[in-house]
T-cell receptor, first 113, second 109 residues
Framework: DTEVTQTPKHLVMGMTNKKSLKCEQH?????MYWYKQKAKKPPELMFV???????INESVPSRFSPECPNSSLLNLHLHALQPEDSALYLC????????????FGAGTRLSVL | QKEVEQDPGPLSVPEGAIVSLNCTYS??????FMWYRQYSRKGPELLMY????GNKEDGRFTAQVDKSSKYISLFIRDSQPSDSATYLC?????????FGAGTRLTVKP
């Protein structure tokens, strides 16, 4: 099973809302990632968790707050977003940082009004 | 110079054609080489990956890696309309993964 599950599939939020994106994998992977993807562009890395610890934060604004409650789950908490944050948010996992073959979820399409 | 170069296309071929997609890269530390297929408004799907140099075949798809030339390829035989998508090359080392820009492929019936 090479599945990464993301919820919700779609999300519309206002600039004052607080919402969360969820990601789950049951492949026993120890590294998990959040990406942002704009139309016709490749994914841009936001955060990396390795063994449930934040490993990389690519200078992402503080209105995005990641959380890794356990080795299977990854959350992205959203607060006071801007319209330019509208994008496809992708979660990925890999066996580990040393085996950096990433499997992606279907993504959450976020619209900020 | 970008770390990974991929012609964004678009590329349009008739059904049944052989498709060749390519990427070049500059970082010799990359060890894993991947091809993803992404349909519109969906997440990237891992098609194939190769560790170091060599060829790998899976059905109609063949991936080739030439580390000496820093060049990777994906061949699609007997292309089908359902292969119409954006194809992203990606390569990684222990800490980092880099994507190409993606090539938009259309296979016309």
């Amino acid at each position: 099973d090479t599945e990464v599950t993301q919820t919700p599939k779609h999300l519309v939020m206002g600039m004052t809302n607080k919402k969360s994106l969820k990601c789950e994998q049951h492949m026993g992977h120890r590294a998990m990632y959040w990406y942002k993807q704009k139309a016709k562009k490749p994914p841009e890395l936001m955060f990396v968790y390795s063994y449930e610890k934040l490993s990389i934060n690519e200078s992402v604004p503080s209105r995005f707050s990641p959380e890794c409650p356990n080795s299977s789950l990854l959350n992205l908490h959203l607060h006071a977003l801007q319209p330019e944050d509208s994008a496809l948010y992708l979660c990925a996992s890999s066996p580990g940082l040393g085996i950096n073959i990433q499997y992606f979820g279907a993504g959450t399409r976020l619209s900020v009004l | 110079q970008k770390e990974v170069e991929q012609d964004p296309g678009p590329l349009s071929v008739p059904e049944g054609a052989i498709v060749s997609l390519n990427c070049t890269y500059s970082n010799s530390a990359f060890q894993y080489f991947m091809w993803y297929r992404q349909y519109s408004r969906k997440g990237p799907e891992l098609l194939m990956y190769t560790y170091s140099s060599g060829n790998k075949e899976d059905g109609r798809f063949t991936a080739q890696v030439d580390k000496s030339s820093k060049y990777i390829s994906l061949f699609i035989r007997d292309s089908q309309p359902s292969d119409s998508a954006t194809y992203l090359c990606a390569m990684s080392d222990n800490n980092d993964m880099r994507f190409g820009a993606g090539t938009r492929l259309t296979v016309k019936p």
